[in-house]
């Protein structure tokens, strides 16, 4: 099994930047696709980007296309959010969340793929 610790929350004016990170336990973490999600008070939890086993492919939601970027290094078993031109609606909880993927390439869009999530960490954006 895998254990998700997310870090690099906190509280941001809007237009500020934050770059969240994911720390994997284990040795297999080149064996998952890997994803970020989040979720404010009152929704549900949505997708913001993922990215395949060996970073190859990634996605991103189309609304923040151009201001959030996933990447990961397996070497050091990590997987980071930089965001970009924070908006008080990026207000919520993010959370990392890891999927067993035997296709190298493949990128899970989808909650109910994620094997593994981590704790979360807020993030605030104020007016």
């Known amino acids: 099994q895998v254990q998700l610790v997310e870090s690099g929350g906190g509280l941001v004016q809007a237009g500020g930047s934050l770059r969240l990170s994911c720390a994997t336990s284990?040795?297999?973490?080149?064996?998952?696709?890997m994803g970020w999600f989040r979720q404010a008070p009152g929704k549900e939890r949505e997708l913001v980007a993922a990215i395949s086993r060996i970073g190859r492919n990634t996605y991103s939601v189309d609304s923040l296309k151009g201001r959030f970027t996933i990447s990961r290094d397996n070497a050091k078993s990590m997987v980071y959010l930089q965001m970009n031109s924070l908006k008080p609606e990026d207000t919520a909880v993010y959370y990392c969340?890891?999927?067993?993927?035997?296709?190298?390439?493949?990128?899970?869009?989808?909650?109910?793929?994620?094997?593994?999530w981590g704790q979360g960490t807020q993030v605030t954006v104020s007016s």
């Open positions: 284990g040795r297999t973490f080149n064996s998952y696709a």
């Open positions: 969340a890891a999927d067993f993927a035997s296709n190298p390439n493949y990128v899970a869009r989808l909650s109910r793929e994620y094997d593994y």
